[in-house]
Structures are given as C-alpha cells and as structure tokens.
C-alpha cells in the first residue's frame, strides 16, 4: 500500500488508475469535499455535535492527516466512509488534508467503526495519568465548566485532554485523596468520586484546607455537629441510598455546593434540598 499526496481539481476528484487498494494524501477543499457528499446515496444520518467537534479540531489546528484514519473511496468514487469529516471541511470553509484510501470494496460499509472507540480514560491512561478513569471523568466536569455549564452533556475531544491536564495539574492527587477517602468510608456510594474530585479541586482552589475537611466529614462524617451544612448534605446522601430510586449527580453536586456555601459563610441549616427550578448553584468564595 503506498502512501502519496494528490493533488487534485478542486471540484472533482480524479481516480487512480490501478485497482488496488492505495493511499493517498488528498487536500480536499469545501467544494470537492460537497462534491463527494452530495453524489454519495449511502451515508448515514449527520450527528451535527460530531461536526462541529471536527470543525473546532480543524480551527485549532489539531487535525491531523497522518494518524492512519482515512477517507475511503469505492472504485468508482463514491463515498463508503468519512461523511463526517467531509462535511466538517465544507463548514471550516477551507481545504484540508486527509489521508483517503481508494478501491476499497463497496460492501465494506458494513464492516467500519466496528472496534473500540477511544475514550478519555484511554488518553489518559496512554499518558500514563494514575487514577485515569477517574481523572477522565473528573477533566470532563472540568471541561464543562470552563465551557459555562457544569451540567451539560459537553465531551471534549481526545486532542483536549492534555491541555486540561495542564489547566487542571492537580488533578491526580485530587483522585488519589478522594480514593483514599472513600476507602475509609463504609457508604463511599452515596457520593460518586469523578464529581467529588471536581469539586474537591473547585473547593480547594480556594481553601484548601477547607476542601479536605469538607469532604472528609462527607465521606468518614467524623467531628460534626448537627447543625453543620456538612452533616445536613450527609444525612441526605445517606437517606438517598436506601432509595429504590436515586437523585441523580447533578442533584448530588448542588446539594454539596449548598452545604460548602453556608460553612463558607457560617451558617446553619434546618435543612438542605435542591430542585430542578432552581438555578444550578455558583460557588462561594
């Protein structure tokens, strides 16, 4: 199989000759790009979320022609894979370079995208993170965030989760205490750790001292009064778990943002709750 650049009409695509299976480098620009969409009649429903996550590779400068995923082509030119990617070119607006394999076999369709999409616990753990799958899970909430909202369904992609390690540094000890933590706690469930390590590092960023005796009393629940937010925010948790029917993280998250305002301003609590009315709450300084 070689691997060449073409150079090709920006409207049309010129097919090689040889039947083999080869690949080629081609700079696909919005018009061949549409070109290719437009005469395919076997794509599958366009994921609009999947297109602008490529697109925003594109505007940073993070797509990449040479990590062996190619655009395939039949024998005659129509398009058996990477409609995604192609409509990606036609919303950036500008050409792009991608690895494309021709000749391949018309039945293929059924057979791509069938292995193990890489998640961010497999970033991660390639950069050899401790803790990784919570780490990635946490860095998600961690995204999120810097995004603008910590309750929506945002992913970053595969590229970021370098850059939030670097924004996020500590990340790793912030798992490695929580874990620690849970391990001392006989109901380590009622709080789960990816959303714990988030707001641990939110907490500690600014007390630290503050942070680690709040989640201590979350988890082990030792040296609390019964008027402590802390203890309040426990005792829900706890009750939560004999629930057939169990809130949910994003419930669980603003109940503990509740409890760290009121101990950061002093105050104590009757009682602590959330609903969905509410605005999702900041946190205090």
Known sequence: MATTERRTNPNSLSLP?????LTEVVKYTPEL????????????????ITVRRYVAAM?????????????????????????????????YGKPVRML??????????????????RRGADICSILGVRYYATVSAALMLCYRHECGDVTSARVPDNDEYEGLLVRWPEVEDAAGELSALRGRSATSTMFPQSPAVYLYMR???????????????????????????VFKVRDVLLKDLLQQKRMDRTHQM???IKAWNARRRGVTLRSIR??????FPTIAQ
Do not use: M
Not at 33 to 48: D, H, K, V, W
Not at 100 to 110: C, G, I, K, S
């Open 203 to 229: 907490f500690a960023r600014i007390d630290v001292a503050q942070a680690s005796s709040f989640w201590s009393g979350v988890y082990i629940g030792s040296d609390l009064t019964k008027s402590d937010p």
């Open 59 to 91: 505007e940073r400068g993070h797509w990449r022609c040479d990590n062996g995923e190619a655009i395939k082509l039949d024998p005659q030119g129509n398009l058996v894979d990477g409609q995604h990617r192609l409509q990606a070119v036609v919303v």
């Open 33 to 48: 790009a549409l070109g290719l969409l437009e005469s395919c009649e076997r794509n599958r429903y366009l994921s609009p």
């Open 17 to 21: 000759k040889s039947q083999k299976v």
């Open 100 to 117: 494309t394999t021709f000749n391949v076999h018309p039945e293929a369709f059924a057979t791509i995208d069938c292995g193990k999409t």
């Open 274 to 279: 959330w609903n969905r009315n509410e605005a």
């Open 254 to 256: 603003a109940l503990a």
